[in-house]
């Protein structure tokens, strides 16, 4: 198949320190080479990859100190897609609703995997106008909000890791990690909170996003000053497995209706089980028991530091790799292309029937 994905511009594919999607992207991305097909892949020009590489912006928007409108070099990123459309099978979109109108110009099979929350008020009215426009989901979770609409879901399907980053650590330096935006909705407080109860070293990892700031500075930063509190800051691809490797456990205090949650198979790909609250894919992602341990406050939290020892390193990586791998995620976009492929054909052979 001949197949465009479509990235955001905001960090490079893959990304060199944090970013979620953009990683997402370059594993599908390199999957689909590895298998023969003929990819191009729409990034920012410092991107990486076995595919060929069309950019709008020679680097990627967050990088860039001159601060380049986000919007108006996505619009020329997609005015590029349109220009080459009649090139691809299949345009893969990862840019949540900014291409759903090209897509219905691109007159080329076209699905969007939305990667972020769609409790956002915006989103109803926009499955309204689009109700038509393929969709995959990330989690069961993420539809939640738009159960009720009549919406073109594709599938759900979940990320997957390739093959290297499977590999199984000691967890030896016995530290609880973060690893997370620096953001309310993600609650560092909280792990800051459980380190300080349990008497463990907590290391802290992430980014600092400007909306953030503010909140950083007057309710997290007072926080690090404590013994048992470390803050490393952003870290890159290299740094990450060995830095959730070598800990105890992951803590993910979440409260929001996460999507995903790519650190969390992230950790257990390493063997480092993950304590998370109930929210968003949460339960779908984690194997209680297995993979990790759920609690809802900060007691349970608490406990659940002090039973995490109970999960076995080897059958939390083991695990993963059954559930989270590049391959089972890539033979299921495969499936959701040759769909939309049959279905365009269908579609184009009634027209011209006598």
């Not at 299949?90 to 109108?101: K, M, N, R, W």
């Amino acid at each position: 198949m001949r197949i465009a994905q479509v990235a955001p511009l905001i960090e490079p594919v893959p990304p060199k320190l944090y970013g979620g999607t953009e990683r997402v992207v370059s594993y599908i991305t390199e999957e689909l080479v590895k298998r023969g097909h003929r990819v191009t892949l729409f990034a920012s020009g410092d991107s990486k990859t076995k595919a060929e590489l069309r950019s709008v912006i020679g680097k990627s928007i967050r990088l860039d100190g001159s601060n380049p409108d986000s919007f108006a070099y996505h619009t020329l990123e997609l005015s590029d897609v349109l220009s080459l459309a009649d090139e691809f099978d299949v345009i893969h979109c990862h840019l949540e609703y900014l291409a759903f109108p090209f897509s219905r110009l691109f007159g080329v099979p076209t699905v969007h995997t939305l990667h972020g929350k769609l409790d956002y008020p915006y989103w109803r009215p926009m499955m309204e106008c689009y109700p038509d426009v393929p969709l995959v989901s990330i989690s069961d979770s993420q539809r939640r909000p738009v159960s009720d609409m009549d919406v073109c879901w594709m599938d759900t399907i979940h990320h997957g890791l390739p093959e290297s980053n499977f590999m199984l650590y000691p967890g030896e330096d016995g530290y609880l990690a973060f690893y997370s935006r620096m953001s309310p909705e993600k609650h560092p407080d909280l792990a800051i909170e459980v380190a300080k109860r349990s008497g463990i070293p907590l290391k802290m990892a992430g980014k600092v996003d400007n909306k953030d700031r503010e909140y950083f500075k007057t309710k997290i930063k007072p926080m690090l000053d404590h013994p048992l509190v470390e803050f490393i800051g952003e870290i890159g691809e290299e740094e990450r497995p060995v830095f959730l490797g070598n800990a105890r456990a992951l803590l993910f205090p979440i409260e929001w209706p996460e999507p995903f949650g790519l650190v969390m198979i992230e950790s257990m790909a390493v063997g480092t089980p993950v304590i998370a609250r109930p929210y968003g894919a949460v339960p779908e992602v984690i194997d209680e028991g297995v993979t990790g341990l759920i609690a809802q406050d900060v007691e349970g939290l608490v406990d659940a530091v002090r039973k995490v020892d109970r999960i076995g390193r080897e059958g939390c990586l083991l695990r993963a790799q059954e559930q989270f791998s590049v391959e089972a995620m890539v033979d299921r976009y495969e499936k959701v292309y040759q769909r939309l492929i049959v279905q365009d054909e269908s579609t184009r052979s009634g027209l011209f029937k006598i």
